[in-house]
């Protein structure tokens, strides 16, 4: 194969490298999916949750069909990908496997139609190259499409519909217009079931979206009523859950038509910035602060990421979005205007939301998209004008390098999304402590918090209905302040319980450190032996054997 032939099939090269990227990618999302990252707390509630759903037809306080949930400690949690996820497991039961399959999928579906449409309206190969080469060099997304976190279906979802509304503009066959239509409207309508910052952002956002669409032509008045009535019946039951929240202060469920209404006892404002004080200075810092995250690679969680291995990666982001946002049409190809448009769009009617929401790659997940798809178009800018080994040799140390490293790093045993932190727990090891108390009938296991630490055992136990799982946790209202158990839970007790409950003869403790062993020993006057010890990579639990000094 010499360089001539590449040169005079350089369509049908990049095509094929295209496709093959895209394989490749999707291979390495499924790789090792059911138990790569660990799993964090809010995932493990959320698998309850579905759980749940699939052997009972409730959630885990017995709502049938609940607009939102209340979740474990009323913190409350989004029902959108639930509702996605829960065909599939009720068909072929419930893996960390296929609890997390949708997520992959559809961030495959989106990255594909994403790159399909560019080709589509551009029939420029190179762009389209270039498109899946940031999205699957995008480290963030990587992370974000291999676990559950409610919230981060949003930005999936949004960008589906948003593409079936552009796929609506770009075919003469009416029928095909009309269904993409229609699709964009359910889509855009669900995702506001994803993510409550969804409600402050996609009101700013759509209202100045179709006013551009408007003046292109693109929309109608009619089409745009119709587009809106639509929403409205589709979040209708979200408003009189919003009502019912933070207006009426529910405390017990309420029912609207035949959905279910839960209460929050927990506010969910902790993601919003502190609102007393010089209100303009703290949103400005807040700002700045959020775009600081995106230019260092890193919003201080381990489980979105570290830096330099950002959503994006910054000097690409700093770059080439910045090259995209100031691109003009004798930059840019005309018939792909429209799409990066509407991505500055969806930048700048984010800053409202930007300026009051507290900065992390979950709560500022609704940019992912936008930036990268400018990403992606500013790299083509850039690369179009330079020599065939020039850009590629470019692409390769600037991308394909460093995205290699970090999903070496990823699924290395030391990796921080495998070992765990304080919120997150070994897959592996819950599974085989579980099994063993299992096993000791009349024992207790006491651990530091109970009210967090059960969420991680129940994944991995009977199922239980919503009246089971009241008897196994300290009576008290169910929507009461402090949601959940909080002193024990079935053979769970939590460490504060010590001196009053445990017995020396059956009890264990689970500890994570000697540390943490001398500790406990020295506060409550206990003797601990260790009896077993689980391992996963460098983390260690250690059972031990209570007995009196």
Same mark, same amino acid.
């Given at each position: 194969? !010499? ?8 369509? +049908? ?28 707390? &809010? ?33 409350? +949690? ?32 989106? #990255? ?7 080709? %589509? ?35 999936? *979802? ?22 993409? @239509? ?13 993510? #409550? ?9 759509? *209202? $100045? ?25 589709? $979040? ?19 029912? @609207? ?51 330099? %291995? ?11 979005? !910045?090259?995209?946002?100031l691109a003009n049409k004798r930059l840019l190809p005309e018939k792909l205007m429209l799409l990066k448009n509407v991505c ?11 300026? #009051? ?32 080994? $020039?850009?590629? $040799? ?35 090891? !819950? ?14 296991? @006491? !651990? ?12 991995? +136990? ?23 158990p909080i002193k024990r839970y079935g053979y769970l007790r939590n460490i504060t319980e010590l001196n009053s409950e445990y ?44 007995? &009196?000094?």
């Open positions: 194969m !010499t360089i001539s032939w590449l040169r005079n099939h350089k369509k +049908q090269v990049l095509l094929i490298a295209t496709s093959a990227l895209f394989i490749f990618y999707a291979g390495l999302l499924f790789y090792k999916l059911a138990s790569v990252p660990n799993l964090f707390i &809010d995932e493990a509630n959320y698998a309850n949750e579905v759980i749940s759903f699939e052997h009972f037809g409730t959630d885990m306080h017995g709502l049938r069909y609940p607009i939102y949930f209340s979740s474990a400690w009323g913190q409350g +949690q989004s029902i959108l990908y639930s509702l996605i996820a829960r065909p599939i497991i009720k068909f072929f039961g419930f893996s960390f496997l296929t609890f997390r399959f949708p997520m992959v999928f559809l961030s495959l579906l989106l #990255i594909g139609l994403i790159c399909g449409y560019v080709l %589509f309206i551009s029939k420029n190969y190179l762009a389209t190259f270039l498109m899946m080469v940031i999205f699957v060099t995008s480290p963030g997304w990587f992370v974000m499409s291999r676990w559950v976190l409610d919230a981060n279906i949003v930005p999936v *979802v949004l960008g589906l519909g948003l593409v079936s509304l552009l796929f609506s503009f770009s075919t003469r066959k009416r029928m095909s217009s009309l269904f993409s @239509f229609f699709i964009s409207a359910l889509l855009v309508g669900l995702s506001a079931y994803g993510y #409550i910052a969804t409600w402050l952002y996609l009101p700013i956002f759509l *209202v $100045v979206l179709v006013s551009y669409l408007y003046r292109r032509s693109l929309l109608t008045f009619t089409s745009i009523c119709q587009y809106f009535a639509i929403l409205f019946v589709l $979040v209708l039951p979200l408003i009189y859950f919003a009502f019912s929240i933070f207006i009426k202060h529910i405390t017990q469920p309420v029912k @609207f038509l035949w959905f279910d209404i839960p209460p929050l006892p927990q506010s969910r404002t902790s993601s919003l910035i502190d609102f007393s004080g010089n209100l303009l200075h703290t949103m400005v810092r807040n700002f700045l602060t959020g775009c600081q995250m995106f230019y260092q690679g890193s919003d201080g969680l381990s489980r979105n990421g570290t830096a330099p %291995f950002g959503m994006i990666f910054p000097w690409l982001l700093v770059i080439f979005t !910045t090259i995209a946002f500055v769009i969806a930048l700048v009617t984010f800053i409202p939301v930007a300026l #009051i929401t507290t900065p992390n790659y979950t709560h500022w997940n609704l940019v992912a998209v936008p930036l990268i798809i400018l990403c992606g178009l500013g790299t083509y800018v850039v690369v179009k004008n330079l020599p065939g080994y $020039v850009w590629l $040799v470019l692409l390769l140390l600037t991308v394909l390098l460093p995205m290699t490293n970090f999903v070496h790093q990823y699924f290395q045993p030391n990796s921080s999304y495998r070992t765990g932190n304080i919120r997150q727990f070994s897959m592996q090891n !819950t599974k085989k402590i579980n099994q063993f108390m299992e096993n000791k009938i009349k024992s207790r296991l @006491f !651990t530091d918090p109970v009210s967090r630490n059960f969420a991680y055992f129940r994944v991995y +136990q009977k199922p239980i209905n919503h009246k089971q799982y009241l008897n196994l946790q300290e009576k008290k209202p169910e929507f009461s302040d402090r949601m959940g017995r020396a003869k059956y009890d264990y403790i689970l500890t994570i450190s000697k540390e943490d062993a001398m500790r406990i020993e020295k506060r409550y006057g206990i003797r601990l032996k260790p009896v077993k010890n689980f391992h996963d990579g460098k983390l260690t639990y250690v059972l031990n054997k209570l007995s &009196d000094k």
